[in-house]
Structures are given as structure tokens and as C-alpha cells.
């Protein structure tokens, strides 16, 4: 604590990111990476943007991929919005759209982002249980229950637990909460769920968020994007030319367009991760874990015999790393992502040892 400090920095609680380890050679299962890596011609884009125009600034619109992600949806570029990955997005909505006096509703297990942005942004949280199967009741989202909400948030599928909401549920809340931005985060939606932009034309209060660290690998390159009506994207556009003018470099919009572009490789890649994680809870199921239904590039797991702090201490040792939280309701979880085939044939067996 320093007298130099703003006096609410003291009492703010910051996220703390997966873990990044320096070592090599490890089987990194943590972070919910893509095994895989970025499109050849995302790449190719990339270097191509290497050259001396690095001395000029970069587009601050980032004209040329709010255009690929229009066309890849079939919207207009009015309702496109582009940031410095989704938490930066995310954090664009919170100071500009929720702010409104009122608390914003979530799960209590979800994004721990989330809760963070609340403390900064000066916004009562307001968490709404998930049931006892983890899932989200659009129920209790209603006023009758919830009360009066300065807006909606949850991931979609829902993180840590992977389990996805229903395009249909998410319209039904949309219908009885008219009042206030419903966001939906969705950071992993490309690995088996219904995307709500789908939404966006009928509901002006849907705000819609996406990373290309997820399914299209581009973790190390840090963009994110929101899709909604133009009223919520200008909303946006205000805060961050309030904030920064220039989020995305010249090579982060060259290479994220050209990720958006290449939907061949964009397909091929998900199905894979798709595929290896029906082998990897087949798996796990086979070891005696429960294993919530994913739709994800990541599974949820316990065991009923084994203390999963005790297993992913174990897993380390061995240098195979996943995620453990010892928070309340899940801390006797592992988030294990999905890896290559060999990577997952590593953590299958070393469970199997265990």
C-alpha cells in the first residue's frame, strides 16, 4: 500500500490469470489454449504487415476486420466492434453499459473477470446460483426473483463448468428482460454451441463477445470483438476512443482477418478439438470421474475418491499442468483442456497411474 495509491486502489481485488510457467516440456492443460496453431494464412497475413509501414499508425477503426466479421455473420460493420482481446471488450461494456445504479446480474460460478470489473467500475454484483447440475436457470434471472438489474452477463458455454445454455434459452431471457444489455461471453461458443448473434437483428439490448484466442489460436495476439446493435457499439467506440484510439496493431488486424477468412481451416481445427474431447471424457469416465457436459475446448471433472487439489499436485509433479480452483461448490474440480491427442494420451495415463 503506498500514500501514492488513488484511495479505491486499495480495495481492489484484480483477477489472477492461469498460470504461464517458464519450464518447457510440459503437458500445459491450464489456459484453455487451441492445441493447434493459427491459420498458415493468418500467419502469412501477419508477415506480410512486417515491412516499413510500421512507422505509420495503425487503422484505429480496424475497418478491415470489422468487414470480415461482418461478412463471416452477415451483418453490417455499424454492428461490429473490435478491442484488445475480449477482456478489454468486455471491460468496454462494463464502464459504458452497466453502470446504471443498479446490480449486474451473473453465476456465482463463472468468469472471475467478472467480479473484478464490478469492484473497478464501481457496480454492485449480484450473483445468481447456478442449479444443482451447474447450469444456469434462466428462472432466476426474472424480476420476480432477481429484482431490478443494471444488466445480464454470463459466458456461453459457461466457464469454468463448460456447460452451455440453449439458443432458445437465451432468447426467452432476452423477452422478459427488455430493459437493460444482456451480454453474452462467448469465448468457447465455436466448439459445439449456436452463436446468439443470430439475435442480434431482433434484440437491441444483446451484446455479444468473442476472443480469436480460443478457436482460432490466437491467444498470443490478443483480439477480441462485439457483435450487437449499433446503438451498443457506439456505446463502445466512445469509451474506447476515450481510453485508446489504436487497441489493435497492424498485424493483430491483418492476422484476425484473416482468420475470420479462412473458415475452412477455422472448421477443421474446431472439429478436432471436438472431437478429442469426446475421447478425453470417454477417458476420464472410464477412471470413475464425473465429468459435466462440455461444449467447450475444455472439460470440468471430479472424482468421488480422489481430492483434486491432491491430483493436480500430483499432475504437476509429473509436469502435466491443469486448472484448480478452491473456491466453493467446485474445489473438488479440475479444468482440464483439451490438448493434442498425444498430450491428452499423457494425462489420461497419468490419472490411470494415479
Known amino acids: 500500500?503506498?500514500?501514492?495509491?488513488?484511495?479505491?486502489?486499495?480495495?481492489?481485488?484484480?483477477?489472477?490469470?492461469?498460470?504461464?510457467?517458464?519450464m518447457t516440456r510440459l503437458v500445459k492443460l491450464n489456459t484453455n489454449e487451441n492445441p493447434y496453431g493459427p491459420s498458415?494464412?493468418?500467419?502469412?497475413?501477419?508477415?506480410a504487415e512486417v515491412n516499413d509501414d510500421l512507422r505509420l499508425y495503425p487503422d484505429p477503426n480496424g475497418d478491415r476486420l470489422k468487414q470480415s466479421v461482418a461478412d463471416y455473420y452477415g451483418l453490417s460493420t455499424a454492428q461490429v466492434f473490435v478491442g484488445n482481446g475480449s477482456d478489454e471488450v468486455l471491460?468496454?461494456?462494463?464502464?459504458?453499459?452497466?453502470?446504471?445504479?443498479?446490480?449486474?446480474?451473473f453465476p456465482d460460478i463463472t468468469y472471475s473477470f467478472y467480479p473484478v470489473y464490478c469492484g473497478l467500475y464501481g457496480i454492485e454484483p449480484k450473483q445468481i446460483?447456478?442449479?444443482?447440475?451447474?447450469?444456469?436457470?434462466?428462472?432466476?434471472?426474472?424480476?420476480?426473483?432477481?429484482?431490478?438489474?443494471?444488466?445480464?452477463?454470463?459466458?456461453?458455454?459457461?466457464?469454468?463448468?463448460g456447460c452451455l445454455l440453449p439458443l432458445a434459452a437465451i432468447e426467452q431471457l432476452l423477452k422478459q428482460n427488455t430493459d437493460t444489455v444482456v451480454l453474452v461471453d462467448e469465448a468457447y461458443i465455436d466448439f459445439g454451441g449456436e452463436t446468439a448473434i443470430a439475435l442480434v437483428n431482433q434484440y437491441p439490448n444483446l451484446l455479444v463477445t468473442q476472443t480469436l484466442s480460443k478457436s482460432r489460436s490466437l491467444a498470443g495476439l490478443r483480439v477480441g470483438i462485439a457483435v450487437g446493435h449499433p446503438d451498443l457499439i457506439e456505446a463502445l467506440e466512445r469509451i474506447k476512443n476515450s481510453f485508446n484510439s489504436y487497441p489493435l496493431d497492424r498485424m493483430a488486424i491483418a492476422g484476425a482477418a484473416a482468420a475470420f477468412d479462412d473458415r475452412e481451416y477455422f472448421d477443421d481445427t474446431c472439429q478436432r478439438v471436438i472431437n478429442s474431447r469426446d475421447t478425453v471424457v470417454a477417458g476420464l469416465e472410464q477412471l470413475g470421474f464425473d465429468v459435466l457436459p462440455s461444449a467447450a475446448n475444455f472439460v470440468f471433472a471430479r472424482h468421488p475418491q480422489k481430492d483434486a487439489g491432491e491430483l493436480a499436485a500430483l499432475l504437476r509433479e509429473q509436469g502435466i499442468i491443469v486448472r484448480h480452483?478452491?473456491?466453493?461448490?467446485?474445489?473438488?474440480?479440475?479444468?482440464?483442456?483439451?490438448?493434442?491427442?498425444?498430450?491428452?494420451?499423457?494425462?489420461?495415463?497419468?490419472?490411470?497411474?494415479l
Open 1 to 22: 500500500m503506498s500514500q501514492f495509491w488513488s484511495p479505491f486502489v486499495k480495495d481492489l481485488v484484480p483477477y489472477v490469470p492461469g498460470e504461464q510457467p517458464k
Open 325 to 353: 480452483f478452491k473456491t466453493p461448490r467446485i474445489a473438488q474440480f479440475l479444468r482440464i483442456t483439451i490438448g493434442t491427442d498425444e498430450q491428452n494420451r499423457i494425462l489420461l495415463d497419468a490419472l490411470k497411474a
Open 129 to 161: 446460483p447456478l442449479d444443482e447440475n451447474f447450469q444456469i436457470n434462466i428462472a432466476d434471472y426474472t424480476r420476480d426473483k432477481a429484482g431490478e438489474n443494471s444488466g445480464i452477463i454470463f459466458p456461453n458455454p459457461n466457464a469454468p463448468t
Open 40 to 47: 498458415p494464412k493468418a500467419i502469412a497475413a501477419m508477415q
Open 91 to 105: 471491460a468496454h461494456a462494463f464502464h459504458g453499459l452497466f453502470q446504471h445504479g443498479k446490480p449486474l446480474l
